[in-house]
């Protein structure tokens, strides 16, 4: 079956420690992207990519980088620069960007705590 | 600027009771709507959509339509069952925020046995 798979489930971050969140998928998908959910919130847009080799900033892109230089990978790093990351990270995937009728799909997430 | 707004939550029910939650919207033109769903500890599913005027989105016996004289998109069950306790979160998307989902707050919803 196709899908994303966000890994690891759980990590935990040391102070000034950058760490990397994976986010594979095989749906064949263009566009990709990572939110950040905070308990008893909606869903914010870090980074989101277009195509291979190509990202943009969302709207709380500081303390984080991305690469995209698979299709099917996009990887998220929460760098030492992020003062708040302990978080639920969800990678998503669709068609592309400009087929905005078909919808976003989600991996089951990563949740990130300072130790 | 586009947004979308929920029902604050939780929404406490009964098993077999009558669900509705709220959700109205802000946006130009003609966007695109999404009911999502999230079960404790997962990511978000894709319950159901519609995309133009009038229609209904339905799925697993949940069902939204799509009103644009209200610019509500309200997502109601007919028997709740102790399996749908989740978080529920409106979406929209198109016109002028073109990729981006606009995402509401979500609403969590408690079932009793």
């Known amino acids: 079956d196709g899908g994303i798979t966000q890994s690891p489930k759980y990590l935990f971050r040391k102070e000034g420690q950058n760490v990397t969140l994976s986010c594979e998928q095989n749906l064949n998908h263009d566009a990709m992207y990572w939110y950040r959910q905070d308990p008893g919130q909606g869903l914010r847009l870090i980074y989101y990519?277009?195509?291979?080799?190509?990202?943009q900033k969302g709207d709380i892109a500081e303390g984080y980088s991305v690469s995209r230089e698979k299709k099917e990978s996009f990887p998220l790093t929460v760098t030492s620069a992020q003062k708040n990351p302990t978080a639920f990270y969800l990678c998503a995937s669709s068609i592309d960007l400009d087929n905005v009728k078909e919808p976003q799909h989600f991996g089951d997430g990563t949740r990130l705590s300072i130790l | 600027g586009n947004s979308v707004t929920q029902m604050e939550g939780p929404v406490t029910l009964s098993e077999e009771a009558f669900l509705t939650i709220n959700c109205t919207y802000t946006?130009?033109?003609?966007?695109?709507l999404f009911w999502y769903v999230q079960y404790p500890g997962e990511g978000l599913q894709l319950l159901l959509k519609?995309?133009?005027a009038d229609d209904k989105g339905s799925n697993k016996g949940f069902e939204a339509t799509y009103r644009k004289e209200t610019t509500s998109f309200h997502l109601e069950k007919g028997s709740v069952q102790v399996s749908d306790s989740a978080v529920y979160f409106c979406?929209?998307?198109?016109?002028?925020?073109?990729?981006?989902?606009?995402w509401g707050a979500g609403t969590k919803l408690i079932i009793k046995p």
């Open positions: 519609a995309t133009k």
């Open positions: 979406a929209l998307t198109g016109s002028s925020s073109n990729y981006q989902l606009i």
């Open positions: 990519s277009q195509i291979v080799n190509d990202f």
């Open positions: 946006a130009t033109g003609y966007p695109s």
